[in-house]
Nanobody, 123 residues
Framework: QLQLAESGGGLVQPGGSLRLSCSAS????????IGWFRQAPGKEREGVSC????????TYADSVKGRFTISRDSAKNTVYLQMNSLKPEDTAVYYC????????????????WGQGTQVTVSS
């Protein structure tokens, strides 16, 4: 069973940056589509970004386009979400999810989820 672990969350001022990481042990993440999601208190979970398996597609929610970048470091078996120009409305718990052999984003469903990492944007 693939187990994902997110890290990199924290408290940042508006306009600041954070880089979230999604990693796994025992599985090669390059063969998985990886999605980043977030859920703010009292709101539904929303998709933020997705990266297809191998050289698959990348997608971004309109609310983060131009500010967030998803990437994969195969040597470190990690997928990153670089978040720049952060806004208070980006405050949420961020989760990564994985789907094996999904080359297009988003896949119809997700196989595994991480436990989440808190991102708080506040002055």
């Amino acid at each position: 069973q693939l187990q994902l672990a997110e890290s990199g969350g924290g408290l940042v001022q508006p306009g600041g940056s954070l880089r979230l990481s999604c990693s796994a042990s025992g599985f090669t993440l390059a063969y998985y589509a990886i999605g980043w999601f977030r859920q703010a208190p009292g709101k539904e979970r929303e998709g933020v970004s997705c990266l297809g398996a191998l050289v698959g597609s990348k997608t971004y929610a309109d609310s983060v386009k131009g500010r967030f970048t998803i990437s994969r470091d195969s040597a470190k078996n990690t997928v990153y979400l670089q978040m720049n120009s952060l806004k208070p409305e980006d405050t949420a718990v961020y989760y990564c999810a994985a789907r094996v052999s999904a080359y297009q984003c988003p896949p119809p469903s997700w196989d595994s989820w991480g436990q989440g990492t808190q991102v708080t944007v506040s002055s």
